[in-house]
């Protein structure tokens, strides 16, 4: 069971491990989007934002609806954010840290 989890999570992390997919995930934290809104604040193509967004809902990181003509789309699990803001903490940390020793080794 442990190895299957281990399998999925990997896969997970493939998936996230785009700038653009994460990008979506910082704009999507904040509530639901049309496909159209997400093109927008992007400033890419809607056919590179719909692929991004098929491989996230494949994996389902986001959830989609249909509202006449446009699409919706939302993180389906509170966690998906809580972890990549704290994968995006430690980040945060390291790149402090290596200016912090880069400040020391040029005194």
């Given at each position: ?91 945060m940390e390291q790149i402090e840290?290596?200016?912090?020793l880069a400040k020391r080794l040029?005194?």
């Open positions: 069971m442990k190895k299957e989890v281990f399998e999925l999570q990997a896969e997970i992390c493939k998936t996230l491990a785009n700038p653009k997919r994460l990008e979506i995930i910082s704009i999507l934290k904040d509530g639901e989007l049309s496909a159209g809104d997400l093109v927008e604040r992007l400033g890419i193509t809607k056919a590179n934002v719909s692929q991004h967004l098929a491989v996230l809902r494949q994996r389902r990181v986001v959830t989609a609806r249909r509202a006449g003509v446009n699409i919706y789309y939302r993180i389906n699990n509170p966690k998906i954010v809580e972890a990549c803001s704290l994968m995006n903490a430690v980040l840290e290596t200016k912090r040029k005194k």
